[in-house]
């Protein structure tokens, strides 16, 4: 045990003096550039607000991380800077004051974005910025489940703990119509809506060309016009409709190719029967694997759940976003339905068929696109920000926790710390870690060490640097090996 | 120190007989709060003030003395946040000229009741939500409402919570006080013009002085100071045209937040939560106010979450927290229950050491709770808090939140004799409260030899 200890001493020995050189090479850098930035900038306040505000490092390292897009990169390490990532990838040079999270054995997502949730900011549903309560248990339930972002009626919001800045990613993405075989009179005025504003849009795209040449040209009437529909027809809104029955998913369906929109469609239970309409439609859907709906006996046709919705609508091409069937947190009825056990809702989908990959997209960069802010958040990308998730196993199997959770390059959730899931499976303590993670058990080397501690301890530092010379061969080929 | 005492009862001598109101206190320990604790104290008492204070003084013979070794005397308790003897009705909205003094009634029962528990200063607040107004500092017994008066305001309550109405108010208060100054910008150039004609019509002889004492006024009125005001009624008068330029006065409602930026007011952010505190530094920006807080830890059915932001460095938050702050807590003596949890938390104990200062104030305005003050702030000192600082919670430090800390708060020569004589140690189960004076006055219990 003494011998293992000293000799991973050693290989983190190896590992600061592999790192030195280049450190100090990073720090030049800076260096040089806050030399630059004095230089250009002559005002001197300015320079000394950033000297105030050092960069913020932190890094995720030697983790397997799911990237996203099916990238794997097993024991790679993510680096933040100011929240943002800077780059993923392995033998990264980590700057002096970089604040480490060591997730080796665990796995790392990108931190899953909830369609819609209810109630994880605060008391309100408007003005995040001047409600958010980011102490909030609920929220500390959110990250532990590994959502970092959610959709709270038409914005996206971050689950930013222990700030009240800066969390609301987007506003007002969705305009929201009614499409219901209930009302066909209101299917009427819609359809007729969308006709006068598409015609209006028709006449001022020509009239936007003509006035350049006949400057006294009238505008178009916008009598009529809808400012919803327009605001779709222009792609400044996705329009969302909520509808289950196969009726309405065709007419709605009809409806956006007949004026060139992507519908997003929340519920969608009887999706799987018109799949390929909807597909060409380029729809979007939102669904509750667990949702039932009984079959209209009356009907011949296909109808009612199908535990195959999901990966059928995922085949015919709809992107698929997945949400629990109560969107807070409730501690009323049957356990698992609410929006703390989201990835358990997304196994269902899995059950009936939907690939592994497009279930982890279905709560991760699918939502972002809908949300509108896939830029930012659901991949694991150089550029967007650093939210993620470290998880003790795979994020879709049962038994799996969210170890920490990480928002804005800042760690905002450690399963031991908050007491919710502390007790269940605790985390195994640093020591019995680095036991875990010795090399004599990773690699299949002889237990030469064991059996001849005296003997080894001269040449040991130069054993361990070979050693690490093995490993990064390995990683390679394992590299190769992905590629192919 | 023997000396001083002579000279300071010369007069008295002189007059033959000792003075009616001179009166010495001896006992066993004194606990002054603001230069620690002295053995075999002797206070002389004169005018209702402490005319000295020392250990084992000599007493001159013809001043009356309450001889008692057994007794430990401790200031005078502040209770610097209660509505006692006031009804709870009060507006919802934002009313900052609303004053706590315009509604006190020195008759009430209550006040007759508290006195007895060693209560000597109140800070009676407003009532209502929203921006309630304007608190008064109160001794507990007088015969007039205005006689009750030690110092008004002496702080302004906000309550902040995380909505936007409530950090919506606080913004619109500070925009109140730019629109003031503002108006003083405006006022004081056309005052400058005014000047400038009237210079132009002096004499060509005289111009030259007049131009040396004009320099010199602006000067004076760059920074406007309460000898401008009188200055300047005199010039409205007509009797004196040298006067200085006037600001105008602020009306009722932006006074108060034009005094918080002056720092010649107060404010106590009543919050309840850590998601108010962050808010609460999120609208007050980069005002630069005297500011302390006033966290509900006592709540119905409160799990607090306050732990969060008492530093900044444990849970690496954005800001400061409220021990970074180092401000001012006023809170109940409770232990809190974390939430979702059956740990208990010292909140008193991790404000303290984080560098916040503690106040504390009975855990209810209910005369039981005022009655059990001492006894739960002693459950405090039980599980953790140090003895000096939670008896500087309920002496000094509410004194200095609401500014009569030249007065009250300690035992200290020239202060009022605001002492509570109690039969052992305060923090000790067995004690009990023996007497109570106020100003140099019994106002309860028996000092008889």
């Given at each position: ?11 983190c ?39 105030k505000?050092?960069?913020?490092w ?17 024991g ?18 980590l ?33 995040f ?52 075989n ?9 359809r ?8 209006y ?9 003509d ?43 009809q ?13 969608a239970q ?17 669904l ?23 990966a ?82 795979d ?16 760690q ?27 090399k ?23 054993d ?13 080929d ?7 | 120190?023997?000396q ?23 006992v ?20 209702g ?8 003084l000599p ?17 005078g ?21 609303v ?15 508290i ?8 800070g009676?607040?407003?009532a ?13 017994k007088?015969?007039s ?13 906000i309550?902040l ?16 006080a ?14 400058d013009?005014d000047q ?10 005289k ?25 300047g009624?005199?010039k ?7 006067g ?12 108060p ?56 460095k ?7 927290g ?10 109940e ?5 974390m ?16 560098g916040a ?7 209810s ?36 939140l ?48």
């Amino acid at each position: 045990m003494i011998h293992r200890r000293f000799a991973s001493f050693l290989a983190c020995l190896a590992l600061a003096l592999q790192f030195a050189p280049s450190v100090r090479a990073f720090q030049d850098e800076g260096g040089e550039s806050k030399t630059e930035k004095k230089e250009g900038d002559k005002d001197a306040k300015d320079a000394k607000d950033e000297k105030k505000k050092p960069d913020r490092w932190f890094a995720v390292a030697n983790g397997d991380v799911y990237a996203g897009h099916e990238g794997l990169l097993r024991g790679a390490t993510v680096l933040s800077k100011n929240g943002k990532i800077e780059a993923i990838g392995y033998d990264l040079v980590l700057p002096t004051d970089t604040k480490v999270l060591d997730a080796k054995g665990y796995r790392v997502y990108p931190g899953l974005v909830a369609i819609s949730s209810q109630s994880l900011l605060g008391n309100s549903a408007s003005d995040f910025e001047d409600t958010i309560d980011p102490f909030n248990s609920r929220m500390t339930l959110a990250l532990a489940t590994g959502i970092t972002t959610t959709g709270s009626g038409s914005s996206a919001v971050k689950l930013k703990r222990f700030s009240v800045d800066d969390m609301v990613l987007n506003e007002k993405m969705f305009a929201t119509f009614s499409w219901s075989n209930r009302a066909p009179r209101n299917k009427k005025e819609l359809r007729d809506k969308f006709r006068v504003t598409a015609e209006y849009l028709r006449q001022y795209r020509q009239w936007q060309k003509d006035v350049k040449e006949k400057k006294d040209l009238a505008e178009p009437s916008k009598k009529g016009v809808d400012n919803s529909c327009l605001s779709v027809l222009m792609g400044e809104q996705t329009a969302k409709f909520v509808s289950q029955d196969r009726d309405e998913l065709l007419g709605i369906a009809q409806l956006a190719q007949e004026f060139g929109f992507r519908p997003l469609i929340e519920g969608a239970q009887e999706g799987w029967t018109v799949a390929d309409d909807l597909g060409r439609a380029g729809a979007s859907v939102i669904l509750t694997p667990r949702d039932r709906r009984p079959k209209d006996e009356q009907q011949a046709r296909e109808g009612g759940t199908s535990i195959e919705n999901a990966a059928k609508l995922y085949r015919a091409g709809v992107s698929v976003a997945i949400v629990p069937r109560v969107e807070g947190v409730d501690l009323g009825g049957i356990v698992g339905r609410d929006i703390i056990h989201l990835p358990i809702e997304v196994d269902f989908a899995v059950r009936g068929g939907l690939p592994e990959q497009a279930a982890i997209d279905s709560m991760t960069i699918v939502p972002a696109r809908m949300l509108g802010v896939s830029h930012r958040v659901g991949s694991l990308e150089v550029g967007k920000d650093c939210d993620l998730i470290v998880t003790d196993g795979d994020i879709l199997h049962y038994a799996t926790f969210v170890q920490w959770a990480v928002v804005d390059g800042r760690q905002v959730y450690d399963k031991e710390k908050e007491l919710f899931y502390a007790g269940i499976r605790p985390r195994p303590v640093v020591e019995a870690q680095a036991h875990k993670l010795d090399k004599g058990e990773t690699e299949t080397t002889p237990k030469e060490g064991d059996a001849n501690d005296a003997e080894k301890k001269d040449g040991e530092k130069k054993d361990d640097e070979k050693k690490d010379g093995d490993k990064s061969d390995k990683k390679d080929d394992e590299k190769k090996d992905g590629e192919k | 120190m023997k000396q001083k005492l002579l000279i300071a009862l010369a007069p008295c001598l002189a007059l033959g007989v000792a003075r009616a109101d001179l009166q010495a206190y001896r006992v066993g320990r004194a606990e002054t709060v603001s230069h620690g604790v002295i053995e075999h104290a002797v206070i002389l008492v004169e005018d209702g003030k402490i005319v000295t204070i020392g250990e084992d003084l000599p007493i001159e013979r013809g001043i009356p003395i309450v001889d008692k070794p057994e007794w430990t005397v401790v200031p005078g308790f502040v209770d610097c946040y209660t509505r006692i003897g006031a009804d709870s009705e009060g507006g919802e909205d934002m009313s900052p000229e609303v004053k706590a003094s315009d509604e006190l009634w020195p008759g009430a029962d209550d006040y007759a009741e508290i006195i007895k528990y060693g209560e000597t200063t109140l800070g009676i607040y407003p009532a209502g939500n929203g921006i309630p107004g304007l608190a008064v500092a109160v001794r507990t017994k007088a015969s007039s409402a205005a006689d009750m008066v030690l110092k008004d305001p002496a702080y302004l309550k906000i309550i902040l919570r995380a909505d936007s109405g409530s950090k919506k108010r606080v913004k619109d208060g500070f925009k109140k006080a730019d629109d003031y100054d503002e108006k003083v910008k405006k006022a004081r150039e056309k005052w400058d013009k005014d000047q400038e004609k009237k210079k132009g019509k002096k004499d060509d002889k005289k111009e030259e002085k007049k131009d040396e004492k004009s320099d010199e006024k602006k000067s004076a009125a760059d920074d406007p100071k309460p000898d401008d005001k009188k200055d300047g009624e005199k010039k409205e008068d007509g009797k004196d045209e040298k006067g200085g330029f006037v600001p105008p006065e602020p009306d009722a409602k932006s006074k108060p937040f034009v005094d918080l930026r002056k720092k010649t007011l107060r404010a106590l952010v009543s919050i309840n939560t850590a998601a108010d505190y962050l808010h609460w530094l999120d609208v007050l920006g980069k005002e630069d106010i005297h500011w302390d807080l006033r966290c509900n830890l006592g709540r119905p059915n409160a799990d607090t979450d306050m732990y969060y932001v008492v530093t900044k460095k444990e849970f690496d938050l954005d800001q400061d927290g409220i021990g970074d702050k180092k401000v001012r807590v006023v809170i109940e003596p409770l232990l809190n229950l974390m939430p979702g949890t059956m740990r208990l938390r010292n909140m008193a104990v991790e404000f303290s050491n984080a560098g916040a200062k503690v106040v504390f104030i009975p855990r209810s305005d209910n005369l039981f709770d005022h009655k059990n003050w001492l006894a739960n702030v002693a459950e405090i000192v039980g599980a953790g808090l140090k003895r000096d600082v939670a008896l500087r919670a309920m002496t000094l430090e509410p004194a200095e939140l609401m500014g009569v800390a030249d007065r009250v708060g300690s035992l200290d020569k020239g202060k009022d004799a605001n002492m509570v004589f109690l039969n052992g140690d305060p923090f000790e189960a067995t004690t009990r409260i023996q007497a109570v004076l106020l100003e140099g006055k019994l106002v309860y219990g028996e000092v008889n030899q």
